[in-house]
């Protein structure tokens, strides 16, 4: 079985669609669709906006599913001006941009008890992503840093502070969370994202309109990583 998790029902609707012999769990706040997807076993869930959301879903999906490998997909905003709406990220690692014990001597960054600034994403789950997204046409795909933290970016400056200090390629919300809970649990963890703004001032205007395409960028790298 894998696991898929998206922020947003957007993000997952059009796989959860597709499941045949669909059955649903609910574990504390979160309901866990599951089924055969594409002819493989998986699990999906829509765990809501941020961090411990993002955690808490993850976890609860390791324990009552134990998936092979979980995947946290969905939409983005670019971080850096090299990345474009419509551009696939895929990580190869994820941070938390937030966590800040510096004032006691820890690198910012640092997450305490995994004590990483960088949490790897898995190098075979990765690869397989990325020759699927390449497979998209007119969709340019990025490997690199994924930063996560508890805000929505919408100011240029601020996504270049994040840029500088952790050489991000996109800002969003969940990944960085969903990495540590399956690093924490041993489990192999992929982060996929379609960039729908570029986290300027322009993004309460870019995101609504670009969101729906992305999320569908995202859904369609799942199908074809899934058929091959």
């Excluded at 829509?46 to 009552?64: D, E, T, Y």
């Excluded at 969940?174 to 924490?184: D, K, P, Y």
Aim: aromatic share 4%; net charge negative.
């Amino acid at each position: 079985m894998i696991g898929l998790i998206g922020a947003m029902a957007v993000e997952v609707e059009a796989l959860m669609d597709k499941l045949t012999e669909r059955r649903e769990t609910t574990v504390g706040m979160d309901t866990f669709v599951s089924g055969k997807l594409f002819g493989q076993e998986a699990v999906l869930a829509v765990c809501g906006p941020g961090k411990i959301n993002a955690a808490l879903c993850a976890q609860s999906m390791i324990l009552h599913f134990h998936p092979e490998w979980v995947l946290n997909l969905g939409v983005a905003g670019a971080g850096d001006t090299t990345v474009s709406i419509g551009d696939m990220v895929i990580a190869a690692a994820a941070v938390q941009h937030d966590v800040d014990t510096s004032p006691i001597g820890d690198p910012v960054g640092m997450v305490s008890k995994i004590n990483l600034i960088e949490i790897p994403c898995d190098a075979a789950l990765r690869q397989r992503l990325v020759k699927a997204a390449s497979s998209l046409p007119d969709v340019k795909v990025h490997e690199g840093v994924i930063a996560t933290g508890d805000q929505f970016i919408n100011d240029g400056g601020v996504r270049a502070r994040i840029h500088e200090r952790f050489h991000a390629m996109a800002v969003e919300m969940e990944g960085g969370a969903v990495a540590q809970a399956c690093f924490m649990h041993g489990v192999p963890c992929g982060v996929l994202r379609s960039i729908s703004d570029q986290a300027n001032g322009q993004s309460e205007m870019d995101y609504p309109t670009f969101t729906h395409l992305a999320a569908a960028h995202s859904q369609q790298v799942v199908e074809r990583l899934l058929r091959s």
